[in-house]
């Protein structure tokens, strides 16, 4: 079945500091790619997505690439804020047959960014 | 534009007491509908996922129920809360179509603790 695998949290950074937050996926035929980012104490939100081998996501600073030949889809952004302190998730959508379409989730990376 | 609301968004219940947690979307017809649980750490479980009124789909076998009584509705019940049942539920919603590039939408969450 389809799955994702992220890189082990937690992971701590001071301000400004470079970001990569490492995701792999498995999944049959061509699957859309998606970040969230969960702030402590709320839902989920859409950070970036990608529907297509090579497309890039990006959205306040943080960027994905969709590559089809490693099956990543790495985040990635320049300098860090305190603010960007959250648990961000990997996710992949494939069709899964009629109208009932899941998402498969990575389990999370908890990043933390101290001042 | 659309939006989804969960209620409440804090519930403290004693073992062996019903549950019924609302979620509701606005903006949108005919959405599939889904309720996760994230427990203790930062994993997401789906429970249920609905792709029409009174349609259903349970994903694990467990003390939870769902209902879809009206196209934007979406309820999760239990008759007897379980200490188990303790931890942070999301409702999300997607649009029904029949491409992949969808993301979910998520409500901010309902955080129950059970005594």
């Known amino acids: 079945g389809d799955s994702v695998t992220q890189m082990e949290g937690p992971v701590t950074l001071s301000e400004e500091a470079f970001l990569t937050i490492n995701c792999t996926y498995t999944a049959t035929g061509y699957p859309s790619l998606f970040w969230y980012v969960q702030y402590p104490g709320e839902g989920l939100q859409l950070l970036l997505k990608a529907t297509k081998a090579d497309d890039k996501g990006s959205n306040k600073g943080f960027e994905a690439t969709y590559r089809k030949e490693t099956t990543s889809f790495h985040l990635e952004k320049g300098s860090v804020q305190v603010s960007d302190s959250a648990v961000y998730f990997c996710?992949?959508?494939?069709?899964?047959?009629?109208?009932?379409?899941?998402?498969?989730f990575g389990k999370g990376t908890l990043l933390t960014v101290n001042p | 534009s659309q939006t989804i609301h969960q209620w409440p968004a804090t519930l403290v219940q004693p073992v062996g007491s019903p549950l019924s947690l609302e979620c509701t979307v606005e903006g949108t017809s005919n959405p599939n509908l889904y309720w996760y649980r994230q427990a203790a750490g930062r994993g997401l479980q789906l429970l249920f996922y609905?792709?029409?009124?009174?349609?259903i789909s349970s994903e694990v076998p467990q003390n939870l129920s769902a209902s879809r009584p009206q196209d934007r509705q979406f309820i999760l019940s239990s008759k007897k809360l379980l200490l188990s049942d303790s931890g942070f539920y999301l409702c999300a919603w997607t649009d029904r179509g029949h491409y992949s590039n969808q993301p979910q939408h998520f409500g901010d969450g309902t955080r129950l603790s059970i005594l």
């Open positions: 996710a992949l959508r494939r069709l899964s047959g009629g109208s009932n379409y899941k998402l498969t």
């Open positions: 609905s792709v029409g009124i009174g349609q």
